[in-house]
């Protein structure tokens, strides 16, 4: 079954994109002259699990050729959840939806059809993706991510989302008081619960656990979406990954 996938590719323009004048934000440079966000465009593209393509980006950026394989642009937002919400409006509530990154170099259609098979096993109301560590670094050991340590082994988040579009008001909620506890350990255990946050300082986490609890804080099925594609974590963040990235297209 295709299903449909929102690229987000807004926001303003960032140490990465100031390298390249004229880029409205990262997703538009260009890396190994192709942008990044036709990259990841033609990645999604050349997969058999992917239909329609909805890119959120900056206005002024719809009539760019960088999105010209898009089947549909729509404007950003102030903030991430903003764009989220304007790839998600008037999606099948209960379909399930790939939400991509924008800066993924080296996607390929492989690696989304495996995203895309899991998420579809699993059904949840939104799916993580993540790497466990050992897979990426025995591909990629020179790119870098920030981990975490769970019983089950280490991982880092990934380039995509899974998501059914009616869970949106619910993530929005999580995000607004992940915000504003942040900072502040006492609101983060109101959140998640010392419980988790011990077990998860200890690295005694299970994925089952962490599971649990955020379907409960948002009351909605979450799963993580385990994939055995690192290509699916390498991204660009910083002008370093730039370089790092022709280096990895070349070979």
Avoid at 7 to 19: E, R
Avoid at 59 to 85: F, N, T
Avoid at 202 to 228: D, H, M, T, Y
Wanted: with cysteine; charged share 20%; hydrophobic share 45%.
């Amino acid at each position: 079954m295709a299903i449909t996938a929102v690229v987000l590719a807004g926001g303003p323009p960032d140490d990465v994109a100031h390298t390249q004048p004229g880029a409205p934000n990262k997703a538009f440079v260009r890396i190994a002259g192709k942008a990044l966000v036709t990259r990841t465009i033609e990645a999604l593209r050349s997969s058999a699990s992917i239909g329609r393509i909805i890119v959120v980006a900056p206005v002024g950026s719809h009539d760019d050729p960088a999105l010209a394989g898009s089947d549909e642009r729509r404007p950003d937002g102030i903030k991430i959840r903003d764009s989220l919400r304007n790839g998600l409006t008037n999606l099948p509530p209960d379909d399930i939806v790939l939400v991509s990154a924008s800066d993924l170099p080296i996607l390929d259609a492989a690696s989304i059809d495996d995203f895309v098979t899991h998420a579809l096993a699993l059904d949840p109301d939104i799916g993580y993706g993540c790497i466990e560590r050992r897979i990426h670094m025995a591909a990629f050991p020179n790119v870098p991510h920030t981990w975490a340590h769970l019983r089950e082994g280490t991982y880092c988040g990934g380039g995509f989302i899974a998501i059914k579009p009616r869970v949106m008001p619910h993530l929005e909620l999580f995000i607004e008081s992940l915000g504003a506890a942040r900072k502040n350990p006492l609101r983060l255990a109101g959140l998640f619960g010392w419980d988790v946050l011990a077990r998860f300082a200890f690295r005694r986490l299970s994925i089952a656990a962490a599971e649990r609890r955020a379907s409960q804080i948002l009351g909605a099925k979450a799963r993580a979406v385990i994939s055995p594609y690192p290509q699916t974590g390498v991204n660009v963040d910083r002008v370093a990954d730039i370089a790092l990235s022709e280096e990895l297209l070349r070979k």
